[in-house]
């Protein structure tokens, strides 16, 4: 019972320890009611729970927590939204664009678990008449970015098999092929003679 008072203080190391990653966002959002129907109906994610009300913090702001499956298990959460009037509304350009738009979060990217289930995905947004900004193919994953209500982008993924991009990160991440966004071509995606990236 005394194990947490009897652990010795951690020696500091001489640099900062690495993490594992990103363990979750939390995100503002102008409408909490929009941008819910948005993680849920058409990203898929889980509402696992909500801020409530507490003696402490008798009027929480509106704040909702999301899950999407790791192995099949949900997570405590992957994502949070905040709700926030305030923030500015942002018009987004009538084509989709990596850069340049005036949001502090450029794009957050979500993974799939295979080809399979990302390919699905797309089909489902296709039928559900979400317009796709970008498709391409990087060096390291196969990916369509889309537009949040916020005006900032959600990057769709699925991850290439890890021999594929490891001999050489940078030049994957800078390798890309653009794709078509419409009508059946969206729906394609190339599994076969993938370029390699191994060290010069
Ligand atoms: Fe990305």
Redesign the pocket.
Known sequence: MNDMSEARQPEAPESPVTPVGVNHIVLHVRDMDVSHAFWTEVLGFRQVGELKATERRPNPPRMRFYSGLHNGNLKHHDVALVENKSLPVVVPPKEFSMFGNPTAVN?I?ITFPNREAWLAQLAYLQKKGVEFGRRVDHGMTH?LYIQSPDGYGV?LVYDLPREVWEGDIDGALNYVTELPKDGDAALQDKAEGLPVFAKA
């Open positions: 794009h990217a990916s990057e």
